[in-house]
């Protein structure tokens, strides 16, 4: 486990779930939202966006979480040696990014850039759920059962696997 994506819809628990992996494992842990956005949400240049994105990939090893876009989406996931992806209910999704609106009026997001309006935020994060889970969901699945061959895949689809992987990766790293 030494090149590490954690990947999935708004509202899986991505940046939780590899904040958790990061203290396990020591491993640098490197918010695609931070590296896209700059701080308040202005959107960094793409070029610039893929040149920080192939920097962290030509590190040793990396803990990459989120989306980004769809072209580094699929080299990062090429590269890793290990896939955590976090396929929950869509309405666990939905509940989730609403979950994470109402936190966020008191406390930024984790993994958000600073001073990012959790407002814009939110709205973005609805208008792409339905969305992803129409078009990405199938090609992830696609992907992480044919990738199964080659590489370490967590293939997360609930709360309960999610803190089961967890605490095996806890137990197993100890």
Partial sequence: MKKVAVFGNAGAGKSTTSK???AITGLELYALDKVKFLPGGNEVPHDQYLAAH???LSEDKWLIEGYGCLDSTWTRLNQADTLV???????????WVTKRF??????PP???????SIIK??????RVLWLCHKKLTPAYRKYVANAAKTKTVYHLRSKADIA?????????SG
Wanted: net charge negative; glycine share 8%.
């Fill in 54 to 56: 192939s920097r962290i």
């Fill in 164 to 172: 089961s992987f967890l605490h095996a990766l806890g137990e197993n």
């Fill in 20 to 22: 958790q992996i990061a």
């Fill in 85 to 95: 992806y976090i396929d929950l209910p869509i309405r666990v999704h939905f509940f």
């Fill in 102 to 107: 109402f936190k966020g009026l008191f406390q």
């Fill in 121 to 126: 935020g939110t709205i973005n994060s609805y």
């Fill in 110 to 116: 984790e993994g958000w850039p600073e001073h990012s």
